[in-house]
C-alpha cells in the first residue's frame, strides 16, 4: 500500500518507454515554467518561489508518488489562500501553514484517508474550484490592463469598485501586449501542440517589449533581480500563537492539495488504463510539502493540466515527472536571470486562460439543473469563495452537504405501527408482511425502516406515542434497519424505561449484526434482555404468546429451549 509507483514500474521499464518519458518530461517542464512564476506572483511571493517549489516539489512527489504519471507543481487552486496567508502572516507564515499541511497530509494518507477524499460532495469541489477561477482573474485585471493603483484592495467587490475607478488609466502599452499574449495561447494549439503556448507568448512579449521600449511592467521592475539558484534549506521560525491561527488555514492547504491531487490521479488513470494509490499520493504529496518551504517554497499538488500534458506526449512512469523537475532546474541555473525581463501582462495572460479553465462553467451550468439541494451546496460554497473566504466557504459548503444529507437520509428512515389501521398498508406479497400474520391481541407491533440515526430518532419517539393506551406486548421490526448509532441507542434504552412504567413488554425482531453489536457493546441487550431478541418476527410473535399464556404456533427449538430456561 506505501510503495511508491516507481519501484513497481521499474522492473517493467523498457528502453523506448524510457526515452519516451524523458522527451515527455523535458516537454512538461518547459510547459510548468511559465506556470511556476505566475502562480508563485499571483500568490503574493517572487518568482523563483515559484521555480523552486515546481523542483523540490515535483520531484519528490513523482520519486514518492502512488501514481504513474502525477506532475506535481505549485497549482492555481492555492493562489487564494496563500495570498491571504502571505498578507497576514507574511512568507514565515506561509512555510509554516505548508509544513503544517504536508504533515497533515501524511497522516492522512497514513490513516488510509485516500478513498475517503471521493466522499466529498461534488457541488463542493465544483462551487469553490470555480469561486477560486473568479478570483483569479480579479486578481490578474490590473496587470493585464496597467491599470495605475497604489495598491488592490484584497476583498472581491471592493477590488472591482476599485478596478472600474481606475479604468481610466488603462495604459495601452500593456493592454497591447498582455491581449497579443492571450491570442497566442489561445490559438497557438492550432499551429502546434507539441510546444506550449504559454512559452511561446512569453518569448514574443518579452522580446517586443525589450526591442520596441515598450512602457510595461516586467518581473524586474517589480520585483528587482530573480535568484538563479536554489538556497540552502533553513527552517521557518515557529511561534505557537501563530501555529494556533494558521490551523485552518493549513487544513484548507491539506484538503484542496488532496482533492486536486486525487482529482488528477484519478483522470490520468482514465487516460491510461491504470491505478494510482491513494493513500501513498497523499504521503507523498505530504513529504513534497514538508521540503518545499525549507527551499523557500510554496504548497505544491499534482497538476492536472501538466499531468495530462506528460500523458499526451508519452510520459508512462514516474521519470518523466523526475525529469520535468530536473529541466525546470536546468533552466532556473541558466536561464534564471532571463526571467526578470518578463512582461507582468503576459503573466498575467497566462492566468486568465488558468482562471477560464479552472472554471468549468459547462460543468457549473449542467449542475445547475440538478436536485434544490445540490444547486444551493453550490451556490453556497461558489458566493463565499468568491465575497468572504475559501476556507470559511469550504466549511459552510461541507456542512450544509452534511446536514442536506443527514435530511435526505432521515426521509429515507421510517417508523410506523403496522397493527392495526396502518397494516393495510403493507405488501401482501411480502411473504414476512405482518399482514399475512395473526397479531394476538394486547400486542402491537412496529416497524423501523431505514438507519436508526439521529435523524430519525425524533419519528421513532413521535410514532411510540401513536397508540393512546399502552399495549400489554411491544414488537419492534428491525428486520430493514442495518445500522444505529448512539442517538438511536439511548432511543431504545428511553424507550426500555418507559415499557418498564407502564408494565409493558418490548421484543425486537429482525436485528441484524450491527445494530446486535452496538446494543451488546451500550448494554441494551442485557435490559432488554436476551430472550426477547430475536431473528425473525414468528419466533416474535410466538414470545409474545407464551408471554401471554397463549399456544404458540410451532416455535423452533432453540426458542423453547430459551423459554424453559426461564422458567427454571
Not at 3 to 29: A, C, F, N
Amino acid at each position: 500500500m506505501f510503495k511508491p509507483k516507481l519501484l513497481t514500474v521499474l522492473p517493467e521499464l523498457t528502453r523506448e518507454q524510457l526515452g519516451r518519458d524523458i522527451v515527455s518530461g523535458i516537454l512538461v517542464g518547459i510547459v510548468a515554467l511559465p506556470l511556476a512564476i505566475a502562480f508563485a506572483i499571483a500568490s503574493g511571493v517572487s518568482p523563483e518561489k515559484g521555480l523552486i517549489s515546481a523542483v523540490i516539489g515535483g520531484f519528490l512527489i513523482s520519486l514518492f508518488g502512488g501514481s504513474r504519471v502525477q506532475i506535481g507543481g505549485p497549482t492555481g487552486a492555492f493562489i487564494v489562500i496563500l495570498y491571504g496567508i502571505v498578507q497576514q502572516y507574511g512568507v514565515n507564515g506561509l512555510m509554516i501553514a505548508t509544513i503544517m499541511a504536508g504533515v497533515i497530509l501524511i497522516i492522512m494518507g497514513l490513516s488510509q484517508l485516500g478513498s475517503l477524499i471521493k466522499f466529498i460532495p461534488y457541488p463542493v469541489v465544483v462551487g469553490f474550484t470555480s469561486g477560486i477561477a473568479i478570483i483569479i482573474f480579479s486578481s490578474e485585471v490590473k496587470d493585464f490592463l496597467g491599470l495605475r493603483m497604489e495598491s488592490v484592495p484584497a476583498h472581491f467587490l471592493d477590488k472591482w469598485a476599485a478596478y472600474f475607478a481606475a479604468l481610466p488609466t488603462t495604459s495601452p502599452e500593456t493592454l497591447a501586449i498582455g491581449v497579443t499574449a492571450l491570442l497566442i495561447i489561445v490559438f497557438w494549439p492550432k499551429v502546434s501542440t507539441k510546444i506550449p503556448g504559454p512559452l511561446i507568448a512569453l518569448i514574443v512579449t518579452t522580446v517586443a517589449v525589450r526591442m520596441l521600449h515598450l512602457d510595461v511592467d516586467t518581473i524586474e521592475s517589480r520585483f528587482g533581480e530573480i535568484s538563479a539558484s536554489i538556497p540552502a534549506p533553513s527552517a521557518p521560525s515557529f511561534d505557537l500563537a501563530t501555529i494556533r491561527n494558521l490551523i485552518m488555514p493549513a487544513t484548507t492547504i491539506a484538503l484542496l492539495g488532496a482533492i486536486e491531487a486525487l482529482l488528477s490521479a484519478v483522470v490520468a488513470d482514465g487516460m491510461i488504463g491504470a491505478r494510482h494509490k491513494s493513500n501513498m499520493e497523499l504521503v507523498a504529496q505530504g513529504v513534497a510539502n514538508i521540503a518545499a518551504p525549507l527551499f523557500g517554497g510554496i504548497p505544491v499538488t499534482g497538476a492536472i493540466a501538466r499531468t495530462a500534458t506528460n500523458i499526451k506526449n508519452g510520459g508512462r512512469t514516474p521519470i518523466a515527472g523526475i525529469v520535468h523537475a530536473i529541466t525546470l532546474l536546468a533552466i532556473m541555473l541558466v536561464f534564471g536571470s532571463w526571467a526578470k525581463l518578463i512582461p507582468m501582462p503576459t503573466l498575467a495572460a497566462i492566468l486568465i486562460v488558468v482562471a477560464w479553465n479552472m472554471s468549468e462553467h459547462h460543468v457549473f451550468r449542467q449542475l445547475l439543473k440538478s436536485p434544490k439541494s445540490d444547486v444551493a451546496v453550490l451556490l453556497t460554497t461558489f458566493f463565499l469563495t468568491v465575497i468572504f473566504d475559501l476556507t470559511i466557504a469550504i466549511e459552510i459548503g461541507m456542512l450544509l452537504s452534511v446536514i442536506l444529507f443527514m435530511k435526505q437520509m432521515a426521509s429515507l428512515s421510517n417508523v410506523g405501527v403496522v397493527t392495526g389501521e396502518l397494516k393495510d398498508a403493507e405488501d401482501e406479497n411480502d411473504p414476512n408482511a405482518i399482514i399475512t400474520r395473526a397479531i394476538p391481541e394486547g400486542v402491537d407491533v412496529f416497524e423501523v425502516s431505514g438507519p436508526f440515526f439521529f435523524g430519525a430518532a425524533s419519528k421513532f419517539k413521535d410514532a411510540m406515542h401513536v397508540v393512546g393506551k399502552p399495549p400489554a406486548i411491544r414488537i419492534i421490526r428491525m428486520r430493514k434497519v442495518l445500522s444505529i448509532d448512539a442517538t438511536g441507542l439511548n432511543m431504545l434504552k428511553e424507550l426500555v424505561k418507559d415499557c418498564r412504567k407502564t408494565g409493558t413488554k418490548l421484543i425486537l425482531s429482525g436485528v441484524h449484526a450491527q445494530p446486535m453489536f452496538a446494543m451488546q457493546q451500550y448494554g441494551l441487550a442485557d435490559e432488554i434482555g436476551e430472550e426477547n431478541l430475536f431473528g425473525n418476527i414468528d419466533d416474535a410473535l410466538d414470545r409474545a404468546r407464551t408471554l401471554l399464556g397463549l399456544p404458540t404456533e410451532g416455535r423452533p427449538q432453540e426458542f423453547v429451549a430459551s423459554v424453559e430456561r426461564e422458567k427454571k
